[in-house]
DNA sequence: CCTTGCTTTAGATCCTGTCCAAGGTAGGGT
DNA sequence: ACCCTACCTTGGACAGGATCTAAAGCAAGG
């Protein structure tokens, strides 16, 4: 993650402890942390550092594309470094873990036109839900 | 919906001028309300609901199968009437206007078997997101 | 009718996320 | 190396959505 960081502060952000450390937590495979989540790995880092700054950050890394936010029904939105690959998600009805998955098919395209209502569609988010093979028991 | 009130008188759900009132507010096609919205149009016809009373009533109606729950985002839960045949969701990111669609595919199935993790998948739900005609100009 | 257990209610409370004003600091300029 | 200043961080207040609570109300079976 240092390379987006450098790509960050050569677009004119600046490079400060706090969105280093939000940074380096965010790193890795099948990480879809909440904010709050974050901010608890971070402070473990740089205690001092608040969830304001953890919220803003995230902020401005979903805006310059760098991190996907996802909505999870009625519970906090999870944080994804693994944006530039776009994806969907599997999502576990009981523990609530949560893996990318690449479906097959375009699911774009499986919106006929008759069924556009006239919208420009530009976006499609899946979720599919089940249970994992840890809850499975 | 009356004969969905019956059907959940029968089981044992006292019938009261409240839950008539939402019900009779949550008729209709692509009606996809807030509760706050839900809960102002049943105050018309009944002034002393409280926004308790809606919340417990929807959540019911969700639990039992009879209404969706559909979550946007950031933003207020929705509820959706049109519970009995399995849709999916075109949402208009300007205005938050969303109609009910469905898609051609076998959805379920464009997710193959390498890519379930051993997961016992479920369900899936797709939001497609766009702009509405209307926000369109 | 009565009774009883389910419902409703207002308001408190919780959770997630944003906003604010005050103080701190990265990093370009000198 | 040192300043400056625009940008950043901070704690706490705030806001919207949703749930919880304890007291009062009422549907409906007996
Ligand atoms: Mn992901
Ligand atoms: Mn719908
Ligand atoms: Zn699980
Ligand atoms: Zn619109």
Known sequence: MS?????????????????RVVAEVL????????ADEVHARAARRLPEISRATVYNTLRELVHRGEVLEVSTDGRAKRYDPNAHRPHHHLLCSRCGSMRDVRPTGDLLADLPPS???????????????????????
């Open 3 to 19: 390379d987006l960081l450098e790509r960050l502060r050569e677009r004119g952000w600046r490079l400060t402890a706090q969105r």
């Open 27 to 34: 790193d890795g495979d099948h990480v879809h942390l909440t």
């Open 115 to 137: 069924q556009s209502f006239g919208f420009t569609v530009s976006e499609v988010e899946v979720t599919y839900r089940g249970v994992c093979p840890d809850c499975a028991g």
